[in-house]
Nanobody, 130 residues
Framework: QVQLVESGGGLVQTGGSLRLSCAASGRTFSNTNMAWFRQAPGKEREFVASINWTGGRTYYADSVKGRFTISRSNAKNTLYLEMNRLKPDDTAVYYC???????????????????????WGQGTQVSVSS
């Protein structure tokens, strides 16, 4: 059974930091493009960051660029999101996602398209207090 399980969410103050992890199981994800999305209360789920299979190509939403860093460990089958200088607007449920097997890298116009991702985690809550 293929699973993506996020962890690391929590409550932090403005300016604080968190590191999210997404542990994959059931198969290797080393040959997939992976990403983080988030959904704030009352809003649609939106793209946060993406990383290709080698980790050499990353994309970020403008709202998090310079504050968030996406990375991965293929040896550990784990995706990460380092979040710094957090703001109340970053409050959301954060989801990790992975493309289907063999989709090594998505182009810049496709990384934000949710239908490109075949696997999704259940989400982890991040709350930033002002």
């Amino acid at each position: 059974q293929v699973q993506l399980v996020e962890s690391g969410g929590g409550l932090v103050q403005t300016g604080g930091s968190l590191r999210l992890s997404c542990a994959a199981s059931g198969r290797t994800f080393s040959n997939t493009n992976m990403a983080w999305f988030r959904q704030a209360p009352g809003k649609e789920r939106e793209f946060v960051a993406s990383i290709n299979w080698t980790g050499g190509r990353t994309y970020y939403a403008d709202s998090v660029k310079g504050r968030f860093t996406i990375s991965r460990s293929n040896a550990k089958n784990t995706l990460y999101l380092e979040m710094n200088r957090l703001k109340p607007d970053d409050t959301a449920v954060y989801y990790c996602a992975a493309t289907k097997d063999g989709t090594f890298s998505l182009s810049s116009d496709l990384v934000q398209v949710q239908s490109e991702y075949a696997y999704w985690g259940q989400g982890t809550q991040v709350s930033v207090s002002s």
